[in-house]
């Protein structure tokens, strides 16, 4: 019986959001010039933090997984700490680093005239910071999954340590880096907390579809609950995707 109750609680809310969907003016809503900018901006940003969270991620995933010292847990707190701060924490934390008068911020703005909260490329920023603990941790746990005798006959075969890691380790662990890519992606296209703090919401620049929803929810609720639904099919494909290594069905 409890668990019919808590199928019910996640069951409920997803049936609340389809019988207030406006189908008759479903495709009017999301064809709309906001909705289209925020749907092509939220792509356009969650997909460049993907590709950072691969490009950052990877070899931070890689160095984690080969020790336990004590530096290497310290590190992984601070990858670990965007996943459980609530999201303007992490948004108001950026703007403190990367703002005018940030840590880093105002050196890049004296010095080479660079502004980075309230831009595009803030977005990708704030979309990183909480996208990439997700990448690093997933594919950290499948290279700990490796069976490192696979690298240890590559280099007695003469390979070296890259070649070894590009032809054996990395096509070894690709369920563990789609995984961990399609989450980040999906939690950077989620994304609100950090976004709209460090970012802002300004229509085609930096309001993103998560943001979308929260300006449309004063004015359109219709277009909020368009805007939703799109956001509910994209998770839904992002978990079919990893049905595989999610959901193994025996």
């Not at 691969?54 to 995933?61: D, M, Q, T």
């Not at 701060?85 to 703002?99: H, R, T």
Request: glycine share 8%.
């Amino acid at each position: 019986m409890p668990a019919v109750f808590a199928a019910i609680l996640f069951l409920l809310p997803l049936i609340g959001l389809l019988a207030a969907t406006p189908w008759t003016d479903l495709a009017t809503l999301i064809t709309d010039r906001a909705t289209l900018d925020a749907l092509l901006l939220s792509l356009e940003c969650s997909l460049a933090a993907a590709c950072l969270c691969v490009v950052l991620g990877l070899p931070l995933a890689t160095w984690l997984a080969h020790g336990n010292d004590s530096l290497r847990s310290w590190v992984r707190v601070l990858i670990t700490l965007p996943m459980v701060l609530p999201p303007i924490v992490g948004g108001l934390a950026l703007l403190l680093a990367f703002g005018k008068n940030g840590v880093i911020g105002g050196s890049l703005d004296r010095w080479f005239g660079i502004v980075v909260p309230f831009t595009w490329a803030g977005v990708v920023l704030a979309t990183t910071y909480v996208a990439m603990p997700f990448f690093v941790l997933t594919v950290e746990g499948g290279l700990r999954a490796f069976d490192p005798r696979y690298s240890e006959a590559a280099a007695t075969l003469g390979a070296n340590p890259w070649r070894s890691f590009r032809s054996i380790t990395l096509p070894m662990i690709a369920p563990s880096l789609r995984a961990g890519l399609l989450v980040a992606w999906a939690r950077a296209l989620g994304e609100f907390g950090a976004t709209i703090t460090f970012a802002g919401s300004f229509q085609g620049r930096t309001r993103t579809m998560p943001l979308a929803i929260h300006h449309a929810l004063e004015s359109q609720p219709a277009a909020a609950i368009a805007l939703s639904l799109i956001l509910l099919v994209v998770s839904a494909v992002v978990l079919f995707l990893l049905r595989r290594q999610w959901f193994p069905i025996r």
